[in-house]
């Protein structure tokens, strides 16, 4: 099933959750090299096929409804700040959400707005179920801003992710419907 984008599109006032454009890959292409987003995503450096295709993949991804990829961009200037990707599972009413934020933006909450914003998108516009987020033990900013955003922690899934062919022990959160 198709997913149509929210339009309006989605803020807060601070950020805006829109789609990817062209003039966004050379930010999105940087950030791709940043280290801590090597180390906590199971994505390498962004090479150049997948930068060509990477607005096209995008658009995929929601004409097939499989996922939501925006991007988070500054509320004052449309300046592209990190993105945030809403993936559906099979079940449809059951996503997962994945964040990153450019380096030169962490530790402003932009991540916890994004997350936010994106949740509630999730459970109150879709009618999803649960809106599950995860974060390796260890990634302390990533866990931080997800209880910012006011998801419930569930515990730890032991070996759960994948990072550059480790394992890694994840905390589990979620928000749910009734939680609104
Ligand atoms: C994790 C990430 C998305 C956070 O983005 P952000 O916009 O900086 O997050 P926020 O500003 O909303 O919140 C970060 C919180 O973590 C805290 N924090 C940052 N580094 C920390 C650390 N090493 N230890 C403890 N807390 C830390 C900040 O102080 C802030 O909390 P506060 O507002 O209470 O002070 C960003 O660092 C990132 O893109 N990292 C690389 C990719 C990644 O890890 N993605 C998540 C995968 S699960």
């Keep these: 099933m198709q997913l149509i984008p929210p339009q309006p599109p989605l803020t807060d006032g601070e950020i805006v959750l829109r789609l990817r454009r062209e003039q966004d890959m050379g930010a999105i292409v940087e950030a791709s090299r940043d280290p801590e987003t090597l180390r906590r995503l199971d994505d390498g450096p962004l090479r150049e096929e997948a930068q060509r295709q990477s607005v096209a993949r995008a658009e995929r991804q929601w004409a097939t409804g499989k996922g939501a990829p925006f991007v988070i961009a500054d509320a004052r200037d449309d300046r592209p700040l990190g993105l945030v ?17 450019f380096p030169e933006a962490r530790g402003r909450g932009i991540a916890a707005r994004a997350l936010r914003l994106c949740a509630l998108w999730g459970l109150r516009d879709l009618g999803l179920a649960r809106v599950a987020a995860e974060a390796a033990v260890d990634n302390h ?13 569930e515990g730890i899934l ?7 062919g480790e394992r890694h022990d994840c905390v589990m959160f979620s928000l749910v419907a009734a939680d609104l």
């Design 85 to 101: 990707n809403l993936q559906l599972r099979e079940d449809a009413a059951v996503a997962n959400l994945a964040v990153s934020v």
């Design 141 to 153: 900013a990533s866990i931080r801003a997800i209880e910012k955003a006011g998801f419930h922690r």
């Design 158 to 164: 032991r070996a759960h992710c994948e990072t550059q």
